[in-house]
């Protein structure tokens, strides 16, 4: 049998769930899925998650909408996922990649996040450079927050941070090495927030 090689397909795909921290979680869930305008990438929801499938511009504008919209309930919500391209089981006849590049989601409403997130760029022995750079690109994006152990901090209006992590994710992948996953977790609407 041999070995899976990494995909050169420019698929994308975020897996994620997201938590709202009330009891009425399922309408806030729900309500992110049918206010968020999918129809450019491929999406599936079991019982543990929510994959969406596709261009990068569109994944990470689907993702942003999904957050917002859960968002603007006012309740404290968290949303954890993971982010990759070049996965060996991904292939490059996805009918999601023939979709335009206007994006959908256009809404523009100001929200802070406070996130965290991770690279890891597989089989690249240069893996710290990489990353080390994308920090440094948060820095000068204005949105960097702290370094953590296994984790950089991310924060500021969901339309800065999710312009980063997009940079970042396409920027951290090389010819090379072309598989890439991105962890990001992101908390909205805590208290601990001081009203942000």
Request: hydrophobic content about 35%.
């Amino acid at each position: 049998m041999e070995p899976l090689q990494c995909g050169t397909s420019p698929i994308v795909g975020f897996r994620f769930s997201l938590h709202p921290m009330t009891g009425d979680f399922i309408k806030i869930i729900k309500g992110a899925l049918n206010e968020t305008d999918t129809s450019n990438v491929w999406m599936h929801t079991d019982d543990v998650s929510t994959v969406i499938r596709g261009k990068q511009n569109h994944v990470f504008n689907v993702a942003k909408a999904l957050a917002l919209h859960a968002a603007k309930t006012g309740e404290h919500v968290a949303l954890s996922g993971t982010f990759s391209i070049g996965c060996p089981g991904d292939s490059a006849g996805d009918v999601y990649l023939e979709k335009s590049d206007e994006l959908l989601n256009t809404d523009a409403t100001k929200q802070y996040v406070s996130s965290q997130f991770a690279l890891y760029p597989m089989n690249n022995p240069d893996y710290m450079a990489v990353i080390y750079r994308e920090v440094d690109r948060a820095k000068e994006r204005g949105v960097f927050n702290d370094s953590m152990h296994y984790a950089s901090g991310i924060h500021g209006d969901i339309h800065d941070v999710f312009a980063f992590y997009e940079e970042a994710f396409a920027n951290a992948r090389s010819e090379e090495h072309r598989h890439l996953v991105m962890t990001v977790s992101m908390s909205i609407n805590s208290p601990s927030h001081g009203g942000k």
